[in-house]
């Protein structure tokens, strides 16, 4: 690499920076992209994949059985070790040069890579990617080194199911562990000083999934403030944790702590680039992803919302796009949100507020899966999905769903609206039977009956 120049310097190898890298690849541009640990960034190995891998062995009945949480750990591993041969081959394939090491910017067009040996080399280029993701906030008193308190990295790492285990943070990275950590046998308290889970989710669902955490016996202490995490030993004699919420000290084996993420912007020395970040290290952008150094882009995790694999992988590619000239579109007004907690969540477009807000008029067309012949055989009797309708257009503006299959299902939802369509295109069409499918159909006609009565 020392001394080359590139028509594109992508910085990480999430989604983002994969994106990015493929997507000026294809139009023939000459690609470096640096990476300072596993290709595939955080989501390949410590959030989106290794995450979902896990939820999916504990849903595994046989995995509960035998409660080898090694045998999980192991799947999980040989999933990454995968998926990371998947991207290597992807990059190389399409050409992209891989450098290993940590980048930093020496000038605004110019980075120094620093390998695991302290071996250093130099690339520049006229375009430059920051796709550095971002890490689990850590407060600077609280020590993450004795194998009770974890954060959503180092959790990934625990060797011994706990019998005891509370989750710091209701937000969608600490619903999603309860929800795993709970079916494979960990008796879960979750601690929020909010009073509801998650954030900006239809109030019917978010109900539903409180209920349904509750009868999971997963208990739920909202509303109150930390005060205090310490370390402890447990009646048995284990080092434990010591929490005080509210007014009360809970006694636990372990802890997940989950407030946040921190952007990775500390090593990129961004004052040579002439960059600031925000507060928790996020970087601005306009909507081409351009930083205020209009040749610098950065997208991903790093600029902060949605921070979801998809989005990320979508604003790299568009980024690339802008960076030579292609003129790519705008990233989609309405996105899906998938929410993997048991069971899954998956929203798009509008919700209830926002069309209040807007004072939109519009009826709400629900269909139960107990209602529906794929749901008994399930023996989901316990998922829903909800369209909102304009009452006058009759279009489809939002689609909330809770249940198995959520996060597959919506996006028959997400095509439908964003080629603007009423609700007579899901009428009008015939479903496969039995599908979970088939409650587009049914909230549909739920929907249309309500606008022939009104
Ligand atoms: C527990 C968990 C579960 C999640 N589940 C989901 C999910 O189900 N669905 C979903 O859509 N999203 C999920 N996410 C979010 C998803 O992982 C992120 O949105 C996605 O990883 C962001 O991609 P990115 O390209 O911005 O960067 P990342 O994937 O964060 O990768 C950034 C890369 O940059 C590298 N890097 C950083 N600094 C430097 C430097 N100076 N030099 C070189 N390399 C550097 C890092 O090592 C890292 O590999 C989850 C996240 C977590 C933590």
Redesign the pocket.
Known sequence: VSGSKFDLIV???????QRAAVQAAKLKKSVLI?????L????L????IP??TLREAALNPATVVHDTLRAVMETKQKVIQGETEVIRQQLTRNGVEIAQ????FLSPREIQITDSKAKTSMASSDHIVI????R?YRPKDLDFSDGVLFD?DSILGISQLPPTLAIIGAGV?GC?YASIFAKLGAQVTVFDRRTTLLRGIDTEVLNALENHFRSSHITLKLGEELRSLKKTKSAQGRSAMEIHFGSKKYVVDAVLYCMG?SG?VE??NLKAAGLTPLDRGLLTVNKFYQTTQPHIYA????IGFP????S?AEQ?RLAALHAFGIDGGEFPASFPF?I?TIPEISTCGSDEEALKKEDISYVVGRAHYRELARGKILGDDFGFLKLFVDSKSRKILGVHIIGTGATELVHIGQIAMSLGASIDLLVNNVFNYPTLAEAYKVAALNAANQLRIN
């Not at 910085?11 to 920076?17: D, E, M, N, T, Y």
């Not at 190995?45 to 989106?48: I, L, N, Q, R, V």
């Not at 997208?299 to 790093?302: Q, R, S, T």
């Not at 921070?307 to 998809?310: D, F, G, H, Q, S």
């Open positions: 910085i990480g190898s999430g989604p983002g920076g640096v990476e300072k640990e596993g595939g960034g955080a989501c190995h410590s959030g989106t995450s979902k090491g940590t980048a930093c796709a550095t993701g971002t689990p959503s990275i999603e993420r990775n090593e990129l997208v991903g995790d790093v921070a979801l694999a998809a990320s790299g998938g993997y």
